[in-house]
């Protein structure tokens, strides 16, 4: 999908923390909608906006992705001292309720939210091509869902907004119980899956919308957490015959000249240098590579240095396992665009390699059109392993592979990384082993957190984060704190237990 899904749309219309910098904390929540939603292309800028706070850096091209450091992968690195210091309070677990991260990450869905709701309440009721009608309709459904998994995974309750608020309406809200929440992402998703386009059916500047596999798959993983897996076994037979296959090259998922490959279900869409500053929420350019490129090293354009992975992490690589000399910077390990890495790039000796774009492509640190990967068909094959195993389908997780596109989901992803195939292993080992799996192939990718305080209602998170020394962790940590200045705005947010 070119840029053309993501670019802004006319402010005056559709203004909420839109054209706002990143550094507004406040984000806009009224729209002037006067004399709109007349005709079919103010659907769709009013759909492509509701695409955009995904872009923003309050989710996907900065706090999204952090999350692997609040699960151990990664340390921050960065500058040193304070750079950073609201991502390593959160992962040395100090987290306090003014914290920076927690706030951006609590705002912003909000927009996004926002501009779903206006479709929703305004798009049915227009007269206009039926088929792309439904088009946007399943698109907004489809990124409300994904906006309140995104707050209901990190916070439990939140306030649930499913019309857009005007000044008569309580605009303080109370926190919704989370499985009030829940059956309206549930909702959304299956209707969203009727009403989109298979991934097929698009083209051109529309290809990276959401579809119907992208909702299909995201159902998944609502379930996966929900732990209902008989319901992720069939959707997975809902998915199956959709197209979707593993690269042979695992590195094509990250490679901005092979976006929305045959292996991505969705990714957020980035175009590379605009006319907007790097720090604008307009911004078209991912942040990603120029974060994580390793510090004075001239490898990337920008090289921020952040994201070291940990030595614990490396050693969790299987001897022969392809994926390390793809996914992490270390000496001894390939050259990067012929250039040599030193282990004096990063505080662990280690950076993340397998979001870095080339100068050849991105000649500045402004200039990265790479897409955020946020639902893979190797993620989708894990889920159904794992689902399949808690239903003591084990043999079937881990049937053998027959190449990267047949045989048990499990050994499918470890074959194309080179590895064996996993046989024999009873419930409990298949379940460690299928979670591992998920960790080396995901990796930084922003999923770890999130299997970490799903499994076992967080124990098994909490058993891993104490075996890496992080002994503090508590379960009042797998929440985040509500935000201390959204709770002085709004006396009738309550608090997260124990903050």
Same mark, same amino acid.
């Given at each position: 999908m070119k840029s053309l899904l993501y670019l802004p749309i006319v402010c005056t219309v559709l203004l909420a923390a839109g054209c706002s910098k990143f550094l507004d904390k406040v984000p806009l929540d009224s729209v002037n909608s006067s004399n709109y939603w007349q005709t079919e292309d103010d659907a769709i800028a009013a759909i492509n906006g509701a695409y955009q706070p995904l872009q923003w850096p309050k989710l996907y091209n900065l706090r999204m992705w952090t999350t692997d450091i609040w699960a151990g992968?990664?340390?921050?690195?960065?500058?040193?001292?304070?750079?950073?210091?609201?991502?390593?309070?959160?992962?040395?677990?100090?987290?306090?309720?003014d914290n920076a991260a927690a706030l951006d990450i609590w705002r912003g869905p909000a927009p996004g939210i926002l501009r779903c709701n206006l479709i929703l309440k305004n798009v049915p009721g227009m007269t206009i091509n039926e088929a792309m009608k439904n088009r946007i309709i399943g698109e907004a459904q489809f990124l409300r869902a994904h906006y309140y998994f995104i707050l209901v995974q990190l916070f439990g309750d939140v306030p649930l907004l499913t019309e857009p608020q005007v000044p008569s309406d309580d605009l303080r809200p109370a926190r919704t119980d989370k499985a009030k929440v829940y059956?309206?992402?549930?909702?959304?998703?299956?209707?969203?899956?009727?009403?989109?386009?298979?991934?097929?059916?698009?083209?051109?500047?529309?290809?990276?919308?959401?579809t119907k596999g992208a909702a299909v798959g995201m159902l998944m993983k609502v379930?996966?957490?929900?732990?209902?897996?008989?319901?992720?076994?069939?959707?997975?037979?809902?998915?199956?015959?959709?197209?979707?296959?593993?690269?042979?090259?695992?590195?094509?998922?990250?490679?901005?000249?092979?976006?929305?490959?045959?292996e991505s279900l969705f990714e957020v869409q980035y175009f590379g240098k605009t006319s907007y500053s790097f720090w604008d929420n307009e911004n078209q350019s991912s942040w990603v590579s120029t974060f994580t490129g390793p510090r004075n090293s001239d490898f990337v354009g920008g090289g921020y240095g952040w994201n070291h992975p940990t030595q614990e992490f490396v050693n969790a690589?299987?001897?022969?396992?392809?994926?390390?000399?793809?996914?992490?910077?270390?000496?001894?390990?390939?050259?990067?665009?012929?250039?040599?890495?030193?282990?004096?790039?990063?505080?662990t000796g280690y950076n993340v390699r397998k979001f870095l774009v080339p100068k050849s492509i991105?000649?500045?640190?402004?200039?990265?059109?790479?897409?955020?990967?946020?639902?893979?068909?190797?993620?989708?094959?894990?889920?159904?392993?794992?689902?399949?195993?808690?239903?003591?389908?084990?043999?079937?997780?881990?049937?053998?592979? /027959? +190449?990267? $596109?047949?045989?048990?989901? &499990? *050994?499918?992803?470890?074959? @194309? /990384? +080179?590895? $064996?195939?996993?046989?024999? &292993? *009873?419930?409990?080992?298949? @379940?460690?082993?299928?979670?591992?799996?998920?960790?080396?192939?995901?990796?930084?990718?922003?999923?770890?957190?999130?299997?970490?305080?799903r499994v076992n209602n967080g124990q098994y998170g909490l058993n891993f984060l104490h075996s890496i020394g992080k002994t503090n962790a508590t379960a009042k940590h797998l929440l985040l704190p509500i935000p201390q200045k959204e709770r002085d705005a709004n006396p009738n947010l309550s608090q997260n237990k124990d903050y």
């Open positions: 992968n990664s340390l921050v690195g960065a500058g040193g001292g304070t750079d950073g210091i609201e991502t390593q309070d959160i992962a040395n677990f100090v987290t306090s309720t059956e309206l992402i549930i909702d959304d998703l299956s209707k969203a899956i009727g009403n989109l386009p298979s991934r097929a059916q698009y083209s051109g500047s529309d290809i990276g919308r959401a379930y996966l957490t929900l732990g209902n897996y008989q319901k992720v076994v069939d959707l997975y037979a809902q998915l199956n015959g959709m197209g979707y296959a593993l690269n042979a090259n695992y590195s094509d998922n990250f490679n901005p000249l092979t976006k929305n490959s045959q690589y299987e001897a022969g396992d392809t994926r390390k000399d793809k996914t992490i910077l270390y000496v001894g390990g390939p050259d990067f665009d012929g250039k040599v890495y030193k282990s004096s790039f990063s505080s991105s000649p500045d640190y402004d200039t990265n059109p790479a897409d955020w990967p946020v639902l893979r068909f190797s993620d989708v094959l894990l889920m159904y392993a794992e689902a399949l195993n808690e239903l003591n389908r084990g043999a079937e997780a881990q049937a053998a592979s /027959a +190449g990267i $596109n047949a045989g048990g989901p &499990l *050994n499918r992803v470890r074959n @194309r /990384a +080179g590895l $064996n195939d996993v046989t024999g &292993l *009873n419930k409990d080992a298949l @379940r460690e082993k299928i979670l591992h799996e998920r960790r080396m192939e995901l990796a930084f990718e922003g999923h770890r957190w999130f299997d970490l305080v």
